[in-house]
């Protein structure tokens, strides 16, 4: 309870008679603030009716300030102004300056709200930050109708371009003297073995699960479970995504090893090894006939054209073995201490290049199937898949028949298949 005096005047009389004023039940209650006046005096006027003198002014009364805290939470846009702060003057009564600067001090928090810029006249709220707004499925639509059109744009220029280089004579001349194919050795072998067809079939069947297994492992966040090899003394924890394309990278490489030994064995090298520089303008003359779309002869079964002939060379005897050497680089199978050999080569140049490497062979099947459907689908699938030079659709069941199976296996790749099969050779868990 605060004592409350009289008003102190710095002129005037005192005494002098003040408003009239409506009884407060906790002044009446209160008997000190009774004892504490005169006799003959009349009680002081609230806060709220006391006219604005340089009079020395009480502490408010409690149910006052209760009830105007209240109203200025409730709502801090309707509440009057708050009242200014009396100066606190020198008063001869005990802790009369502290107790009128502690009211100040309390009655500020209460009755007067904070600034806001919506407060203020004349100014704006201010407008949360954007947030960073995700590609959504129409812009990347979008994006690919662009890239689409922009390619089909620089096709038909790389076209037109070319028909108009085959009408000079120059380039005629060129032409005329490189056909596109050059000779190949003596004692050659005709025609494509029937072992030749089934390593066709094995290596695009490996090939494109490896594409996809190697997808995954690229963007896979989190993977389904682990695998844990049972040999080694520190065995190391893989996914089970990569615990599969590493098993594909080994069926891949005895695949092609295989392959390669026949190819040696039977001579068929010399059909995809060059074995003149002639090979290189050849190329260009076969690269210029297609472009121009007045394209080379095909005759596969005898002798590929030169352009066909780099082309095989560079994805079996470069493409290939990079991507074995940087696929193994990247294995839990490379020797982690060995010091010298990861400064030698490191795993940040794997990297750079293994990616590529498989971008490349996905361009080469994509040209390649183009080209075998394009340059007469039945013979050439007769060539591939049924070992024999006629036009029938012997070759073409048999192809329907192989992406049937590359399709199922393409779907059955699942945790749910994946998972009984590496706990053959391996601990599977999470």
Not at 22 to 27: F, L, N, S
Not at 209 to 235: E, F
Not at 275 to 289: I, K, R, Y
Not at 291 to 296: K, V
Request: proline share 10%; glycine share 6%.
């Amino acid at each position: 309870m605060v004592r409350k005096g009289l008003p102190r005047e710095s002129s005037g009389v005192p005494g002098a008679p003040a408003p009239a004023v409506r009884p407060d039940p906790a002044a009446a209650s209160s008997g000190a603030a009774a004892s504490d006046s005169a006799p003959g005096e009349q009680a002081p006027a609230s806060p709220a009716h006391r006219p604005a003198t340089g009079r020395r002014q009480g502490l408010p009364r409690p149910a006052a300030t209760a009830s105007a805290g209240s109203a200025a939470s409730a709502s801090p846009a309707a509440a009057p102004a708050a009242p200014v702060a009396p100066e606190a003057q020198p008063s001869d009564e005990p802790g009369g300056a502290t107790e009128v600067r502690r009211a100040a001090t309390v009655a500020a928090p209460q009755t007067r709200p904070a600034p806001s810029s919506a407060a203020r006249p004349g100014t704006a709220p201010a407008a949360p930050a954007p947030a960073a707004a995700k590609p959504g499925a129409g812009s990347v639509l979008k994006r690919a109708v662009l890239f689409a059109a922009a390619l089909l744009v620089l096709c038909a220029a790389a076209v037109l371009g070319a028909r108009w280089l085959i009408t000079l004579e120059p380039v005629q001349d060129f032409l005329i003297r490189y056909p596109g194919e050059t000779e190949l050795p003596h004692g050659a072998p005709v025609g494509i073995p029937a072992w030749l067809g089934w390593q066709h079939f094995f290596n695009v069947f490996l090939m494109v699960l490896i594409i996809r297994s190697g997808w995954q492992v690229r963007t896979q966040r989190r993977p389904p479970a682990q695998w844990t090899p049972r040999w080694g003394r520190n065995p190391k924890k893989i996914s089970l995504t990569l615990w599969f394309h590493q098993s594909l990278d080994v069926l891949w490489l005895v695949n092609g090893a295989v392959f390669v030994v026949l190819l040696a064995v039977t001579g068929h090298w010399t059909r995809v090894v060059p074995t003149s520089w002639e090979v290189f303008p050849n190329a260009a003359s076969a690269a210029l006939q297609y472009l121009s779309l007045d394209w080379p002869t095909e005759n596969g079964w005898v002798n590929y054209n030169s352009l066909q002939v780099l082309a095989y060379f560079l994805t079996i005897f470069v493409a290939a073995p990079l991507a074995a050497l940087t696929g193994y680089r990247m294995s839990a199978m490379w020797p982690a201490r060995a010091a010298k050999l990861n400064r030698v080569y490191p795993i940040e140049l794997a990297r750079a290049i293994h990616f590529p490497v498989m971008l490349y062979f996905v361009a080469f099947i994509v040209v390649h199937v183009a080209l075998v459907l394009s340059t007469g689908a039945l013979r050439n699938l007769n060539h591939m898949y049924a070992g024999q030079d006629a036009v029938n659709w012997t070759g073409f069941w048999i192809m329907f028949v192989s992406l049937l199976v590359i399709a199922g296996a393409w779907f059955a790749a699942r945790p749910v298949v994946l998972a009984p099969i590496a706990s053959l050779f391996g601990k599977v868990g999470r």
